[in-house]
C-alpha cells in the first residue's frame, strides 16, 4: 500500500489485528471495503497520511508495543496518527509521554555556539524562554538554505529560466535552531529520529519561493554571511544545440545572540 508516498508490504492479518481500528474497516473482508479505498498510478492502495510516522503504527499493529529511536521529536504528530486510526491502546502509550517530549526538546535545544560565547537561547517568537535564558534573548548560530534550479539555453543565447518558484528548499544547521525559526514550515520526514542538538542537511521547507525563507530568517533576526554556486550543462540531445543548466545554490545565514 501507499501511505503518503511511502510504499508499506504487510499482511493482511496485521492490518486487521486491532478489530475497531480504522484500518479494520477499511480492509475489512466482510464489508468488502477495499472496492471504495482509492489507489495510486501502480493500483497499490492509497492512505492520504503521513507516510513516515506510519511505520511506528505499523510496527504496532505487528508487535502491539511501542518502540520509539531516543529523543523522537515527532510523539505529539504519532499521537494525531494513532488517534486517526482509532488506535485506542497506542494513544494511551503516547499520551503521557507528549509531555516529557515537550519538556525534553526545551531542555535540548542548545544554541550553536553557546558552549564559547552565549550564556542562553531563546525561541524565534521570544515567548517560550529555556531556564537559563534571558528574556529578549535570541539564540545564535548558522543556518544555510539551498536550492537546485534548471533553465535551458536556446541558439539565440536566450534563457527559459524558471529560479524563482523551486521545487524544495532544502535546510542545513542544527535542529533546534531550525525548528525555532521555521516552526511548522520545517518538513522533518527526511530525518525524523535526530534528536535536537545535533545537525541535519536532510530537512526542506514548504515553501516555494525563497524570498520566503529569506524573510523568515530575516524577522528571526539572521543575516546572509555568504552564498555560493555551482552549475552543470548538457545537451538536450545529440541532434540539438539546446542546452540543459542545472545549478545548486547556497546562502548561509548567520545570527549572534542578541538581546532585544
Not at 141 to 157: A, E, K, L, M, P
Amino acid at each position: 500500500m501507499n501511505v503518503g508516498g511511502q510504499v508499506y508490504v504487510t499482511k493482511h492479518s496485521t492490518l486487521l489485528s486491532v478489530p475497531d481500528s480504522t484500518l479494520a474497516h477499511m480492509f475489512s473482508p466482510r464489508r468488502n471495503a477495499t472496492r471504495e479505498l482509492p489507489r495510486d498510478s501502480r493500483a497499490r492502495f492509497f492512505i492520504d497520511r503521513d507516510g513516515f510516522l506510519f511505520r511506528y503504527v505499523l510496527d504496532y499493529l505487528r508487535d502491539k508495543q511501542l518502540a520509539l529511536p531516543e529523543h523522537f521529536p515527532e510523539k505529539e504528530r504519532l499521537l494525531h496518527e494513532a488517534e486517526y486510526f482509532q488506535l485506542a491502546d497506542l494513544v494511551k502509550l503516547l499520551s503521557p509521554k507528549v509531555t516529557k517530549q515537550s519538556s525534553l526538546n526545551d531542555e535540548g535545544c542548545q544554541s550553536d555556539l553557546e558552549d564559547s560565547n552565549s550564556p542562553g537561547s531563546g525561541g524565534a517568537g521570544g515567548d517560550l524562554l529555556l531556564p537559563h535564558q534571558r528574556a529578549g534573548e535570541k539564540r545564535a548560530g548558522f543556518i544555510t538554505v539551498g536550492y537546485r534550479g534548471s533553465y535551458t539555453t536556446v541558439r539565440d543565447n536566450q534563457a527559459d529560466a524558471k529560479f524563482r518558484r523551486v521545487a524544495r528548499i532544502m535546510v542545513c544547521g542544527r535542529i533546534a535552531l531550525a525548528k525555532e525559526i521555521f516552526g511548522e514550515t520545517l518538513n522533518e520526514s527526511r530525518d525524523p529520529d535526530r534528536p535536537p542538538e545535533k545537525y541535519t542537511s536532510r530537512f526542506y521547507l514548504k515553501f516555494t519561493y525563497l524570498e520566503q525563507a529569506f524573510d523568515r530568517l530575516s524577522e528571526a533576526g539572521f543575516h546572509m554571511v555568504a552564498c555560493n554556486s555551482t552549475g552543470t550543462a548538457a545537451f538536450i540531445n545529440q541532434y540539438r544545440e539546446d542546452k540543459i543548466w542545472s545549478s545548486y545554490t547556497e546562502y548561509i545565514f548567520y545570527s549572534k545572540s542578541l538581546v532585544a
